[in-house]
T-cell receptor, first 112, second 113 residues
Framework: QKEVEQNSGPLSVPEGAIASLNCTYSDRGSQSFFWYRQYSGKSPELIMSIYSNGDKEDGRFTAQLNKASQYVSLLIRDSQPSDSATYLCAVRSEGSSYKLIFGSGTRLLVRP | EPEVTQTPSHQVTQMGQEVILRCVPISNHLYFYWYRQILGQKVEFLVSFYNNEISEKSEIFDDQFSVERPDGSNFTLKIRSTKLEDSAMYFC???????????FGEGSWLTVV
């Protein structure tokens, strides 16, 4: 069974700080990784995708991938109260359907 | 910006009743999915659909569930005889091709009483 693991949190950071969210996955053959943000009662919203080892930056967000360690992370710089949400790590299955396998999510609280 | 649209946004149904959840994927997308999320739990894959047939289904997707793409735009999920444990948010999603991002609709809340 392919698994994606995340700490459920909550992770509480003050406004302006860096929030660091982590994710590990079990399928060593995985090639594509995604971070989604989900507000309560809403659908997952894509923040970032990453496919290669290293860092990928987009505005205040940086995704980091280490395939050898089977580890993905998301850094949010200058955290804002509006960033308070659950962050879902998702790994795409390389099977016939290319489905996403989600972690349980990390709840982030940004304190004003 | 194109988006996946779902109807209804919320449905309450009696146990044992049939429910159809509807989705209009993004135009020109080729891969279609249904996921569900029970309150407080993770987003779970139900089924994927490509080239007018199911390409993969999960253990959750038993004989009570079916999917259909009746025309060129709609993609439906039918639950034949709902159970209390079917209460969840159901998300439709689509992707333009196999290697690309999956985009989610706003979801349909299903409450079975």
């Amino acid at each position: 069974q392919k698994e994606v693991e995340q700490n459920s949190g909550p992770l509480s950071v003050p406004e302006g700080a860096i929030a660091s969210l982590n994710c590990t996955y079990s399928d060593r053959g995985s090639q594509s990784f995604f971070w989604y943000r989900q507000y309560s009662g809403k659908s997952p919203e894509l923040i970032m995708s990453i496919y290669s080892n290293g860092d990928k930056e987009d505005g205040r967000f940086t995704a980091q991938l280490n395939k050898a360690s089977q580890y993905v992370s998301l850094l949010i710089r200058d955290s804002q109260p509006s960033d308070s949400a659950t962050y879902l790590c998702a790994v795409r299955s390389e099977g016939s359907s290319y489905k996403l396998i989600f972690g349980s999510g990390t709840r982030l609280l940004v304190r004003p | 910006e194109p988006e996946v649209t779902q109807t209804p946004s919320h449905q309450v149904t009696q146990m044992g009743q049939e429910v159809i959840l509807r989705c209009v994927p993004i135009s020109n997308h080729l891969y279609f999915y249904w996921y569900r999320q029970i309150l407080g739990q993770k987003v779970e894959f139900l089924v994927s659909f490509y080239n007018n047939e199911i390409s993969e289904k999960s253990e959750i997707f038993d004989d009570q569930f079916s999917v259909e793409r009746p025309d060129g735009s709609n993609f439906t999920l039918k639950i034949r005889s709902t159970k209390l444990e079917d209460s969840a948010m159901y998300f439709c999603a689509s992707s333009p091709w196999s290697g690309n991002t999956i985009y989610f609709g706003e979801g349909s809340w299903l409450t079975v009483v």
